[in-house]
C-alpha cells in the first residue's frame, strides 16, 4: 500500500545470537537504526506479503 509506514526491518542492525529473552528485547529497543536507502526500501516493499496484524502476530507464536 502507498504510503503505508515500514517498521522495524530492514531498519534494524543484524540480531546477536545467543540472547537471553530479557537480552534481546533490551538490544531490540537500544540497538541504533541503521540507514536504508530509499531504493532498498521500496524494494522491499514491492515484494512484501502484507497480512493482517492478526495473522502477521500468529506467525510469530
Known amino acids: 500500500m ?3 509506514p515500514v517498521y522495524v526491518q530492514p531498519y534494524l ?3 546477536p545470537e545467543g540472547l537471553t529473552d530479557e537480552e534481546m528485547g533490551r538490544w531490540f529497543f537500544e540497538a541504533p537504526g ?3 536507502p530509499a ?4 524494494e522491499l516493499t514491492d515484494t512484501a506479503v502484507r ?4 495473522d502477521a502476530r500468529a506467525t510469530l507464536a
Open 39 to 42: 531504493d532498498k526500501v521500496r
Open 34 to 36: 541503521v540507514p536504508v
Open 51 to 54: 497480512r493482517s496484524a492478526g
Open 2 to 4: 502507498s504510503g503505508s
Open 13 to 15: 542492525p543484524a540480531r
